[in-house]
Structures are given as structure tokens and as C-alpha cells.
Nanobody, 128 residues
Framework: QLQLVESGGGLVQPGGSLRLSCAASGFTLDSYSIGWFRQAPGKEREGLSYISRSGRRTDYADSVKGRFTISRDNAKNTVYLQMNSLKPEDTGVYYC?????????????????????WGQGTQVTVSS
């Protein structure tokens, strides 16, 4: 059974940092491109970051560029999202997602429908 499990969320003060992890079970992540998404209450799911299968290509939404860093450790079957300088507007449920499709069209990398597998999400709350 293919499964993604996010962890590392929590409550953090503005300006703080968190590192989210996305661990895969039932399949090896090195064949999949990974996307991180966020969903705030009452809002649509928003694409934040993307990493290619090899890790050589990464993309970021403007809202997180310069603050978030995506990385992967295929040996550990895990992808990470390092989040620095967090803001209250970063609050939401964070999801990782995987697709075996090569997303050569950059516009699809932040599109939820481009991904086949999703984790259950982890809550991030940025508040003083």
C-alpha cells in the first residue's frame, strides 16, 4: 500500500522555523517527483514547493521563495521542507504529494491534480 506520512508540524512564533518531513512507505520515493502544498481554512490548496526525482530541480511559489527549502534524501525515502522566517499567513495544513509523471510543464508543478498520492497532512500554526 502506497502511503505518504507528513510530520514536524506544530505551533511556532512568527519568525520561527520548522522542518516538515514526508516519509514514504510501500514504494520508493526516488521514482517520484514531490510537491508540498498548504491549505488554510476557507482557502484552496496552494502549491508551495516542488522537487524533481533526482533533486536537481526545485521550484517555489513566490509566497515562500527565499524562506522555504525543499530537499530529499532518497536513501531515507524522505522529503523535507525547511521553513524559516515563518509568518502568520503560513498557517495551514501542509501536505506532501507524489507523482511518477515527469512534470516538464512548470505550471503543473503547483497543481494538485498533477499528483497521484497524498499524505494526511500536518498542521502548522504560526502565532504569538
Amino acid at each position: 500500500q502506497l502511503q505518504l506520512v507528513e510530520s514536524g508540524g506544530g505551533l511556532v512564533q512568527p519568525g520561527g522555523s520548522l522542518r516538515l518531513s514526508c516519509a514514504a512507505s510501500g514504494f520508493t520515493l526516488d521514482s517520484y517527483s514531490i510537491g508540498w502544498f498548504r491549505q488554510a481554512p476557507g482557502k484552496e490548496r496552494e502549491g508551495l514547493s516542488y522537487i524533481s526525482r533526482s533533486g536537481r530541480r526545485t521550484d517555489y511559489a513566490d509566497s515562500v521563495k527565499g524562506r522555504f527549502t525543499i530537499s530529499r534524501d532518497n536513501a531515507k525515502n524522505t522529503v523535507y521542507l525547511q521553513m524559516n522566517s515563518l509568518k502568520p499567513e503560513d498557517t495551514g495544513v501542509y501536505y506532501c504529494s507524489a507523482t511518477i509523471t515527469l512534470l516538464t510543464d512548470a505550471s503543473r508543478r503547483f497543481t494538485p491534480g498533477a499528483y497521484d498520492y497524498w499524505g494526511q497532512g500536518t498542521q502548522v500554526t504560526v502565532s504569538s
